[in-house]
C-alpha cells in the first residue's frame, strides 16, 4: 500500500503533542500534516485529493473560522473516498450527530481518549479505505506499467491512462464514478455466473 496521509485538524494541539509524536514514529513524520486552522486544512485537503488520507478533525473552533461541520460537508463536496474521524472535546448534540453521518464521518472520538485509542481509530479509518472498492480499483492501476499511456478510450472518445483514472476516481468525476460501477457489476456479474473463485 502506498503512503498514507494523516491529516489533523485541530487549533489546540502542539507539533509535540504525544499523539503527533506516535503518528510520526508510526508512518513517517513526512506524512502526518497538522493545520491549527481550519481553512488551512480544508485547502490541503482540496489540493491533494489523489492523495490517500484520513483526516482527524476537531468539530471547534474560533467563531472566526469555519467549524468541523462546515469543512466535512466542503470535503463531502469533492469526495467521499477520504475517512475523516471526528475528534471533539464536547458531546454532539443530536442534530450535529445527524449532519455528521449524513456527511460520512467515519467515526467519533473523544478528545479525551488516549492516544493508544486514538491511534487505533485511526488505524481503523487507514484499513477501511483498503476495503473501499475505489481504492481497490486505484491500487491495480498503480501497479500498472507505463501509466501514462492510455488504456481506456470512452464512449465519447476520451483517451485515459492509468494516471488519469486515478485521478478520476480519488475526484470522484463522472467518468470515475461511471468506470468504478461498470467495474463492480462485471465483478458481481462473473462471481454469480460461477466464472470466478473468491
Known sequence: MTNIHIVIIDDNIPNTDPLIR?????????????????QDGLNYLLDNLIQRMVVLLDIRFPATEKDGH???????????????????????????FIDFLKNHAFSFI?????????????????????????????????????????????????NYSANDLIKEIRIQT???????????????DLLFRGQEKI
Not at 70 to 96: G, H
Open 70 to 96: 462546515t469543512i466535512l460537508q466542503e470535503l463531502r463536496k469533492k469526495t467521499e473516498l477520504i475517512p475523516v474521524v471526528i475528534w471533539s472535546a464536547n458531546e454532539c448534540s443530536q442534530n450535529e
Open 22 to 38: 506516535k503518528l510520526e514514529k508510526n508512518y513517517g513524520k513526512e506524512n502526518i500534516h497538522l493545520f491549527s486552522t481550519s
Open 174 to 188: 463522472d467518468e470515475g464514478k461511471h468506470l468504478v460501477s461498470n467495474i463492480n457489476k462485471l465483478t458481481i
Open 110 to 158: 473523544k478528545q479525551d481518549a488516549s492516544t493508544q485509542e486514538i491511534v487505533f481509530e485511526l488505524e481503523k479509518a487507514i484499513q477501511s479505505t483498503s476495503s473501499n472498492v475505489d481504492i481497490a480499483i486505484e491500487q491495480w492501476l498503480e501497479k500498472q506499467d507505463n501509466k501514462d499511456n492510455t488504456m481506456l478510450v470512452s464512449k465519447s472518445g476520451n
